[in-house]
């Protein structure tokens, strides 16, 4: 099992300490970094920027909103961005959902697997560079339809160094996992919990043995973010995230649509899931907060001193994770994960 350094989205201020961070992360052998968007920060200028900086960390971003770019503008910076990094970007996408599709993005939310399929195809034909692109739709036809007349199918103007940029998927339900197996090169998987393997494998077997499937389980990246506390104060970890928990099953998206809250509801979290939300939506944050039981927070991290975390990198290796994307905010943690992962007692490497 692999680690990455998931730096995420920019809060109200860039993150603190962010190079010096990734130049730690590169010399404790992580694989890879990776910066996310939503509604602020873009995920391309500050890998682009930071990423000046390395050597020989991947960088990838999880995610970048397919709604945010045309497919054919997302192939055109994962092309100039795979150039300046010599081969080493990985391209992460996602759908987002329905609040920020269509209240910042002003597109519409619909077909959302459909979408990603289409767009997918048409990043891969830009990079393969074999014909001038087009794309019969209906989500990103190319040429416009019914526009001038005068738009041609095109080729990039620059080469791509890479035909094959690896492109990993966000994915949360069993349809949006099982097409990432078919079409995707990895699943970059939120609120991963070793617990729930079996279920997210059947998914995954289900994509895997659909006709013309791109990868096998052999050789297809499952990359989980996570948070990582070593610490001997457990309890104080988990308060330390519970807000986070709250605000993901209670505040993202829509009353009645929430991807993330449907991810806990599967995990068994039901009846918690609606408190926490009704309380939440209701102004009642504080309460929602302290619904959240210890169990659900630490259900999705590694939290506990340096022997305990190194048994849970085992179990979320044993489990299929071959990339580990932590959420680590301080150099201490990062060392310390990169010493444990180099244990041999305490992941088997894939």
Partial sequence: MKLG?????????????????????????FAAVFTAESWGSDAYTPLAWWGAATSSIRLGTAVAQLSARPPTSL??????????????????????????????????????????????????????????????????????????????????????LRADIPIWLGAEGPKNVAQTAEIADGWLAIFFSP????????????????????????????????????????????????PSTA?????????????????????????????????????????????VPDAMVRETMLVGTADHVREQLGEWSAAGVTTLMVTARDTETIAALGELVGDPRSVTRR
């Fill in 75 to 160: 192939a055109m910076a994962a092309l100039t961005l795979d150039h300046l990094s010599g081969g080493r970007h990985i391209i992460g996408l996602g759908v987002s959902g329905p609040q920020v599709v269509e209240g910042w993005y002003g597109q519409p939310f619909a077909k959302p697997l459909a979408r990603t399929r289409e767009y997918v195809r048409v990043v891969r034909e830009v990079l393969a560079r074999e014909a001038p692109v087009t794309s019969a739709g209906p989500h990103y036809p190319l040429p416009l339809p019914g526009g001038t007349g005068l738009g041609k199918p095109l080729k990039p103007i620059t080469h791509p």
């Fill in 195 to 242: 617990r729930m393997a079996g279920q997210f494998n059947e998914w995954l077997d289900e994509g895997f043995a659909r006709p013309g499937a791109r990868r096998s389980r052999a050789d297809f990246e499952i990359a989980a973010t996570t948070q990582c506390v070593i610490t001997d104060d457990t309890a104080g970890a988990l308060d330390r995230y519970r």
């Fill in 5 to 29: 350094l998931q730096l995420g989205y920019w809060g109200a201020d860039p993150i603190a300490g962010a190079p010096e961070l990734i130049r730690a992360a590169e010399a404790a052998g």
């Fill in 247 to 291: 605000l993901y099953v209670g505040g993202m998206g829509a009353a009645g649509q929430n991807f993330h809250a449907d991810l806990y509801r599967r995990m068994g979290y039901g009846e918690v899931v609606d408190d926490v939300a009704r309380l939440f939506l209701s102004g009642r944050k504080a309460e929602a907060i302290a619904a």
